[in-house]
């Protein structure tokens, strides 16, 4: 297989490390603030039609804002990637990036002072920045936000490449699988640190956020083998 050149906001490892912050954040968010979802907006739904068909409009409503803040979240995105390549001098993805640290960041320090519902509302924006700026993983589309979608193509690439001995589609299998157990990892971790730390618990994703921005800085058009 010939050597393929891919940005570094393309690479295994900064899907695993999106995935993470994803995981982190809808367990954070689940588990401090009332069971609704940062990223996970299928899960919003679900919660939004079960209470509207038992009556609750009130609590149906809190489930409405954070897909209203996804939403606005993707917009912005979409606008302001189109800003960014108009100024060539600007990357979007290390813009993005600095965007979901403060974000998360300004949401961590406010989130104390705040009901619950604004805590929500601005990590679903943020997760909405994320996912539509990171859309791809060595050339091919993937979420970092949602699994479903990564569990059937990791499944499909791998029989597939066991059943028709084909390693580049079974090192595909194994990429996406990296990535949902990233996921799975920062749900594992914001789970104990939220029963411990309650909202405080959102600081622990900045390093890693932070992290993260490093790579994007750095970033070299060098080959992957």
């Known amino acids: ?3 393929k050149q891919y940005r570094i906001f393309e690479r295994v490892r900064v899907a695993i490390l999106l995935a993470f912050i994803s995981g982190f954040v809808d367990a954070y968010t689940f588990m401090t603030q009332g069971q609704r979802f940062a990223g ?6 679900i919660y939004l039609m079960k209470h509207l068909a038992e009556g609750h409009i009130l609590t149906a409503a809190s489930y409405l804002l954070p ?5 606005l979240g993707s917009l912005f995105t979409y606008f302001a990637r189109r800003f960014a390549v108009r100024h060539k ?10 965007i979901i640290f403060v974000g998360i ?12 519902q604004w805590t929500v509302l601005s990590l679903s924006f943020i997760a ?27 499944t499909v690439f791998i029989t597939q490449g066991l059943v028709e001995k084909n390693q580049d589609v079974l090192k595909r299998g ?52």
């Open 1 to 3: 297989m010939n050597s």
């Open 40 to 45: 996970i907006q299928t899960g919003n739904m």
């Open 67 to 71: 897909i209203v803040a996804f939403i």
């Open 89 to 98: 001098q600007l990357r979007w993805h290390s813009l993005a990036g600095v």
């Open 105 to 116: 960041l300004y949401t961590a320090v406010i989130s104390q002072y705040v009901s619950s």
């Open 128 to 154: 909405a920045v994320q996912l539509e700026s990171f859309r791809k993983m060595r050339g091919a589309p993937y979420t970092n936000t949602m699994m479903t979608g990564n569990l059937k193509n990791m």
């Open 174 to 225: 194994g990429y996406i699988f990296l990535v949902i157990l990233g996921f799975c990892l920062g749900v594992f971790l914001s789970t104990m640190l939220s029963i411990q730390f309650s909202q405080h618990a959102l600081y622990a994703i900045l390093p890693v956020v932070l992290g993260f921005n490093i790579v994007l800085y750095k970033e070299k058009k060098d080959v992957i083998k």
